[in-house]
């Protein structure tokens, strides 16, 4: 390690070389004790020493990919080059008079091998034996693996040869690597003895497969490490914990003069037989004259070493009360173990084993998915059954969603890339369904508990106690997460009570099978892991609770949905709605039981009527009309009160989505029903939204009628407020027919209504359309003014949406008067507002406004990069373009591919076309650019 300092420049990536690479890997050995020792020689000494090694690399045809530190990384494109640098880098160091006392003492390590070549770096197994070479090597010393050897042996300089260090197992635990050291005068030639595993004092296992990835898992258990004498890796079955054990432990050799030991207590079931056990991986007897304990304690009593304690959940008891005797009586011992849940011995602590990282399930480029440590594993593992198999174009969604669907737990990825022997990874992908009958190949020389995903989830279940078996089962009916309180009242009851959820819940999370979640609003969340929620909705159908969980789960989320619906304005809407975006997953359940689960349609009425608005707000449009037309299919002619509101709710998205027949064919089922109920309230409703689909399909007329008989019926029954929204579809008939002077003559009598009794939001609403009114008969002042109070009302109720509305109609106003400064800052306003509440109709509007402002100011490239991304996006959720914009988005955009000709017009919308929604808000935003 050494002081920070700035890396070198990384060449272009099509400077290095390809193929076949042979790579020089040096550091200087103590140079942290030299920074602590004698800081101001070192800085000086360390630039000296990176301007000999960059000038002498690059002199020799080599290329410098990365510095660490004072570590440097090179490629070469033959072996003999690499090979003649490194000579002559040791020879020039030798001779270089140091400021620092004693000189640097630099290490370097030759190996040759293919590795994948990504963003100027490489990566890959060649690369990571050569950094488990080097820290086994000394200073001055310049070593190679076989590889290198067999290509350069036959034209070795005359007074160079390579000595034979013998087999030695490195510190990734691989089988042994055969090592060479190159003599050459002027150089030192006897140094001690390699620090690898054959050297060091320890018994761990040869490991038949490599290690993947975990690079900054193994940093921060090695941080943890130095803070305490206990540490323990917890993680459900197969979620790596022994691997990264394993492998932290041959990483620390040197730390422990007295060795690291593994002891392995998988296949012990005798409790009582846990000190034997460590006792016996340390080589020691009982005899009859003292207590195994005893003579463990003298043996480690004035040892250093690190004792790794696998699997000790079976044996949870007898594992803590021997690791609190350790590291009472021996204090020079440090433990490392592994268990499901924490020992809970005083000063332990616990380090969580993450999943592996995980690509986009959608991403589909082989350059993106291959960094996912995930997915390096699968290709790793898949090579094993299949030679040559490897990511491409075709397969590369597969695999990102393999190892997503898995969750990225190293043993079920593991046995899913076994199954590419005979199957296509895509057909993984399909049956991973039924996950726990495809992975079941596991080798015959692996532990029972880790043969099939099915056995390592056994293993895990058979710990639990009865509470914790049934609470852990009826939890599986939670999709994506729930809170405690939800926990709480849906999984209650039998030998489960209320008030003991928490400390179940607490005791699933110790033994790593429930994760918790903070979310940013600092409230807590729980949820599965898929694959422990597959296991666990087994186990609730073998106990026949199935029925009787999910119908509690429906009815808790029925009641969810109608408390958020009740909150759908003022200041408590985004909240609610966020509330609902975090459980619709759930809500997506409960809707399915409602579906699948037969008896009482009035359930889905309720839970699907209740969502409408939220499905609206939010862009799921067409999986909205999915669920109400489902309802109201299913339940065909049912006269309830709920169905008007399913009718309605999908005669507005219909609306929406500009099926303008198939939302007057509900209205009128609606009206017809509501009539027939004797439900006047309804059949106002009804009549407004017939009367706007008549003014959409330009059915004016018609549009008169309703409003007229909407505004009659209002006055019948004393509804102020129907009467308010009928006299809002007459104006919209006149706006429609072109009639704004009497549009407006009418909205403004309705705003004098509205600020009668002080409904501010309804105010908001009726003054935005006169605004719109105004707008058209080009008398933007009083547009402007009228939007203005609209958006300090929708601020002042804490409406996003509202405000986000305001801002954009003030924008469109601005750009009609072409002050095109205004209206970009109006648009980007309402953009950042509709993105953050994730009013998708919305964005598209705002987005469409910044490349309209971008066109008129003559930013091609800006205006065809966001033209491109809104149009993607308009067609993702099926909507029509907005009335400003309409007649004249086809002009706009052939004037921007005129401006930037054909090939560079089409470069931009194709790669506009691939913008994410958070890209390109926030490059519509100015926040980033995109070349």
Same mark, same amino acid.
């Given at each position: ?64 990919? !990365? ?413 994506? $997460?729930?809170? =405690? ?29 429930? =994760? ?167 059949? =106002? ?36 407020? $129907? ?36 409904? @501010? ?56 008067? @072409? ?38 100011? $003559? ?18 959720? $099926? ?31 194709? !790669? ?20």
């Amino acid at each position: 390690m050494s002081e920070p300092h700035e890396h070198l420049a990384k060449p272009p990536a099509a400077e290095l070389p390809t193929g076949t690479v042979t790579f020089l890997f040096t550091d200087i050995e103590g140079s942290t004790r030299l920074w602590e020792e004698h800081a101001e020689a070192m800085r000086a000494a360390l630039g000296r020493h990176d301007d000999l090694l960059h000038a002498i690399i690059t002199g020799h045809r080599g290329h410098v990919f !990365k510095t660490v530190g004072d570590a440097f990384h090179a490629a070469f494109p033959a072996a003999s080059d690499a090979l003649a640098a490194a000579l002559d880098a040791q020879r020039t160091l030798a001779a270089e008079r140091w400021t620092v006392p004693g000189g640097l003492r630099v290490r370097m390590v030759l190996h040759t091998g293919a590795a994948e070549q990504r963003n100027g770096d490489y990566f890959g197994p060649t690369l990571n034996r050569a950094a488990r070479l080097l820290a086994a090597g000394h200073g001055g010393q310049i070593l190679l693996f076989r590889t290198t050897y067999e290509l350069v042996q036959d034209a070795l300089p005359d007074d160079v040869t390579l000595r034979d260090l013998g087999q030695h197992r490195l510190k990734d635990l691989a089988r042994s690597e055969q090592i060479y050291q190159l003599i050459a005068p002027g150089l030192l030639a006897e140094f001690p003895s390699l620090r690898s595993l054959d050297t060091l004092p320890n018994n761990l296992p040869v490991q038949l497969t490599s290690f993947i990835g975990r690079e900054r898992d193994i940093s921060e258990v090695k941080k943890l490490l130095a803070t305490t004498r206990l540490l323990t890796l917890t993680g459900a079955g197969g979620a790596g914990k022994t691997r990264l054990a394993l492998q932290v432990a041959a990483d620390l050799l040197d730390e422990f003069a007295d060795g690291v030991w593994l002891v392995e207590f998988a296949a012990l079931t005798d409790p009582a037989l846990v000190p034997q056990t460590v006792a016996a991986s340390l080589g020691l007897r009982e005899n009859s004259e003292r207590p195994i304990i005893t003579i463990l304690t003298d043996f480690l009593q004035f040892k250093r070493v690190l004792l790794v304690l696998d699997n000790c959940e079976h044996i949870l008891a007898e594992s803590t009360r021997l690791a609190d005797h350790l590291l009472r009586a021996c204090r020079h011992v440090q433990i490392l173990a592994t268990s499901q849940t924490s020992l809970e011995v005083p000063g332990e602590v616990t380090y969580a084993v993450p999943p592996l990282s995980l690509p986009d399930p959608l991403q589909a480029s082989p350059d993106q998915v291959t960094q996912y440590e995930a997915v390096r594993l699968f290709v790793e593992r898949a090579i094993l059954g299949k030679p040559g198999f490897v990511v491409t174009t075709d397969n590369a969604a597969a695999v990102a969603q393999v190892v997503h669907r898995l969750d990225g737990i190293p043993l079920a990825i593991e046995l899913a890339a076994s199954r590419a022997r005979v199957m296509s990874v895509q057909q993984i992908s399909e049956r991973l369904d039924d996950r726990f009958r495809l992975l079941t190949s596991g080798g015959r020389t692996v532990a029972h508990r880790h043969q099939t995903l099915k056995a390592a989830m056994d293993w895990s279940y058979d710990l639990l106690t009865e509470p914790e078996r049934t609470l852990l089962r009826r939890l599986s009916v939670f999709a994506g $997460g729930w809170t =405690l309180e939800a926990a709480e009242a849906i999984c209650a009851s039998g030998d489960v009570e209320a008030g003991q959820v928490l400390d179940l819940l607490a005791r699933l999370v110790d033994r790593s099978l429930v =994760l918790v979640q903070e979310t940013p609003e600092g409230s807590t969340r729980y949820r599965l892991l898929e694959t422990v929620r597959q296991y666990a909705r087994g186990r609730l159908h073998e106990f026949g609770e199935e029925e009787w969980t999910r119908t509690r789960h429906r009815d808790w989320y029925l009641l969810l949905a109608e408390r958020a619906e009740r909150h759908m304005h003022g200041a408590g809407q985004r909240a609610w709605l966020d509330l609902l975006e975090i459980e619709h997953d759930n809500l997506r359940l409960a809707l399915e039981w409602c579906k699948t689960a037969g008896g009482d349609a009035e359930y889905w009425f309720r839970l699907a009527g209740a969502l409408w608005k939220f499905w609206e707000v939010r862009g799921y449009w067409s999986e909205g009309r999915m669920w109400l037309d489902g309802a109201i299919a299913q339940s065909a002619g049912l006269p309830t009160p709920s169905r008007v509101k399913v009718l309605n709710g999908a005669a507005y998205l219909a609306s929406f989505q500009g099926d303008y027949a198939r939302a007057v064919a509900l209205s009128e089922e609606s009206l017809d029903l509501s009539q027939r109920l004797g439900d006047k309230r309804g059949t =106002l409703s009804c009549l407004n939204i017939l009367g706007l689909e008549a003014c959409r399909l330009e059915k004016y007329d018609r549009a008169a009628e309703l409003g007229k008989e909407s505004l009659a019926l209002s006055q019948e029954v004393g509804d102020w407020w $129907g009467t308010v929204d009928s006299r809002i579809v007459l104006a919209f008939v006149y706006r429609a027919q072109r009639n704004y002077e009497r549009a407006a003559t009418l909205l403004e009598e309705i705003v004098l209504q509205v600020r009668q009794v002080g409904d @501010k939001w309804r105010l908001s609403v009726v003054l935005n359309n006169l605004g719109l009114v105004k707008r058209e008969l080009g008398d933007y002042a009083r547009a402007k003014e009228v939007l203005e109070e609209t958006l300090a009302l929708t601020q002042e109720l804490g409406d996003k949406w509202g405000v986000a509305f305001a801002q954009s109609n003030l924008g469109i106003v601005a750009w009609y008067q @072409k002050d095109y400064a205004r209206a970009a800052d109006r648009f980007a306003k309402s953009l950042r507002l509709r993105a953050e509440v994730g009013e998708k109709r919305g964005v598209v509007t705002s987005l469409l406004g910044l490349a309209a402002v971008a066109a008129a100011q $003559g930013d091609a490239d800006r205006a065809a990069m966001i033209f491109s991304t809104a149009e993607a996006l308009r067609e993702a959720i $099926g909507v029509p373009l907005p009335p400003f914009i309409r007649s004249s988005f086809e002009q706009h955009v052939a004037d921007t591919r005129a401006v930037l000709g054909e090939s560079r017009f089409g470069e931009i919308w194709a !790669k506009g076309r691939t913008l994410t929604l958070e890209a390109a808000t926030a490059y519509a935003l100015g926040e980033v650019s995109i070349s």
